[in-house]
C-alpha cells in the first residue's frame, strides 16, 4: 500500500460515470468497504479513497477556486471520516456524507477569505511581503463564471450538479429552506446558461 | 436538451489543476491517520457480551470451587496492569529530540525513548542519525541509539549547537562570544573560531548547505558567512534575534525578535516585520517556510509571513514546540499538564499524557526541541 507509486492515485474525472451517483450494487459495496475500514482495512480505505476523492476534491475546487485550499479540504474531510469511521452508520451513504462535510468546509474558507481580502486591503499600503502566487485561472468559461457567484451560490450548483444531491437534500446539507435552495439553483442556471450558449 | 446537461458534463469534466498531484500528497497523510486509530471491535455487542458473561462465570467458579482458586486470585491481583507508553501517540515520520533537567532524549515514532546524554541543547544531524549536544565544556555527537561517536573539549563552556544542512560535514556552536566550528566527523584539527562576536543565538545554516550560516553578532545585527572562506557573504541591521531559522531553498530567513517577526529575502534584505501581542518565548518556522508557530505569553499563534495574519492555535503555559516534518502536525510541551499535545490538521487535538514520568520524573517536564525527519 504505502509502496504505491503517486501516479495509482490519478483520477480519472473524465470517465464517464465515475462522478455519477452510487447505484444500489454500488452502495452494497460502498458498505462492506466501510465496514472494512471500521476493522483496520487500509486495502479498504484506498478502494474508498480511490472512489470519492475525485469528487470530493473537484466539489472542494469549484466552491473555493484554490487547487492548495481544496487539497486541504478534501483531505481534512477524509481524515475526519477516518477518524470517525467507528461511529458512521453503514445504513447511510458514505458519499453525501464526505460530501457535505467538503461542501461546508469550502464555503467556510471562501467566506473567510473574501474577509481577509477586505483586510488585506485595508492594509495594502503598509504591506512589504509579496502575496503568495494565485493559482492559475482555468481556461474554462463555465467554472471562471462560477467563480463569479457567491460561495453559497457555487456550494448548491456543486451539490447539484457535481454531487447530484436532490434540492431537498441539498437544503438540508447546508441547512437552508428548499425555496431559496431552487432560487438558488434557477439563477446560477440562468447565469451559467449563458456562458455556455456562446 | 436543458442547460443543466451540458452544464453538469462541464462541471464534471472539467480537469482541474492539482487533482491528481494532490490526491498522490493526500493518501499517505489518509492511511496514516487509519493506522493511527484502533480498529473497531470484530465481535458484536452480544457476542462481546455474552463472552463476558462467560469468562467471569468461569472465573468466580473457579476462584469459589477449585483448590488452585486462590491461585487464580492471586494472578489477577498480581497481573501488572498493562500500559502503552506515554509517547505511544506519536505518528510516524520523524523522532523528536526532548530535553529536560535529566538531559536529552530521542523519542521514536513507536513510543520508546533513548537518553543520549546530560544535555543542555541539543540539534539533530540533516538526516536524524546523529545529534550534537552540549554538556559543560565539551561539544558531543551521538548516534539515535545515544553511543558517542566523538567528544571535543573546550576550555570555557559551550553551546548552542547547529549540524549544518547540507551532508552533516560541519557543526557551529558558540564558545562564550566565539563561533566555532569542527567538521562532522569531531576531528579536533579542523575544530576553528569563525567569528569572535557572537550574540547566544543559534547559528541557522542555510538549507541544504554545509558552507553557509548565518548568526546572531553581539551588537544585534545578523551575519551570514562563508565557513569555508571565512568571507561575510552580507550582513543586516536590526534589534537582536532569539531565533534564526532558513525557510526551504534559502530563500527566506526568519528572525524573531522579543516582540516581532523579521523576514528576510536569501540576501539580507528585509520583507517584512510583523509584531507580535506580546513577549514572543518559542518559534517554529513551518517547513513550507510560509507560516510559522510563535508561543506569545500563554497563547500559541499561528503567523502567516506574508500578511502577518494571526490565529490562535491553543491557549496554556506551552513550554517548546515543533512541526513535524511534513508540516501537517504542531507538536507542543503544555507543562501545565504534564502532557504533549500534537495539533493536527483540521485543529484536531492528540494528548499524550504523562511524559515527565516517562522519562524519569527527576528530570521534570521535557522540553520539545525538534522533530526530526522520516528515515
Sequence with gaps: MSGDSPAAFVPAASRPGLLARAEPASRRQERRLVRDVQRGSAAALEELFRREWPRAYRAAYLVVHDAAAAEDIAQEAFLAAVRSIDRFDRRRPFGPWMHRIVVNRAIDVTRARALRREVDAAAANSAEAPPDQPSSPLPDDVVTALGELSPEHRAVVVLRFVCDYTPGEIARALDMPRGTVNSRLRRALDRLGEVIER | MSAADPLRDRLREQPLPGEADAAARSWPVVEAALAERAPAPRRSRVTMRVALVLALLSIGLATALSPAGAWIGDRFRDEPATTKPAFAGLPPGGSVLAISGSGAYAIRPDGSSRRLGAFSAAGWSPHGLHVAGVEGRRLVA???????????TSRTPVGHPAWSTGLGYAVAYLEGRSLK?????????????????????????????????????????????????????WTAPGAAPRVLAWGPGGRRLVALRSRSVTVLDGSGRTLSTISLPGVARAFALHPSGKRAAIV????????????????????????????????????????????????????????????????????????????????
Design chain 2, 142 to 152: 551521538v548516534d539515535a541509539a545515544g553511543t558517542v561517536k566523538w567528544t571535543l
Design chain 2, 181 to 233: 566550528v569542527v567538521a562532522g566527523n569531531g576531528d579536533p584539527t579542523t575544530n576553528r573560531v569563525l567569528r569572535r562576536d557572537a550574540a547566544p543565538v543559534t547559528p541557522a545554516w542555510r538549507p541544504d548547505s554545509d558552507r553557509v550560516l548565518t548568526y546572531a553578532t553581539r551588537a544585534g545585527a545578523l551575519a551570514t558567512v562563508d565557513v569555508q572562506t571565512g568571507h561575510t557573504l
Design chain 2, 296 to 375: 506569545v505569553g500563554r497563547r500559541v499563534l499561528g503567523l502567516r509571513l506574508a500578511d502577518g495574519e494571526t490565529r490562535q492555535l491553543f491557549q496554556g503555559g506551552v513550554d517548546g514546540i515543533a512541526w513535524s516534518q511534513d508540516g501537517r502536525r504542531l507538536l507542543l510541551g503544555w507543562g501545565d499538564a504534564d502532557q504533549w499535545l500534537l495539533l493536527g490538521p483540521g485543529g484536531r487535538i492528540t494528548a499524550l499524557h504523562g511524559v515527565s514520568e516517562e522519562l524519569g520524573a527527576a528530570g521534570g517536564f521535557p522540553h520539545v526541541a525538534a522533530w526530526c525527519c522520516a528515515r
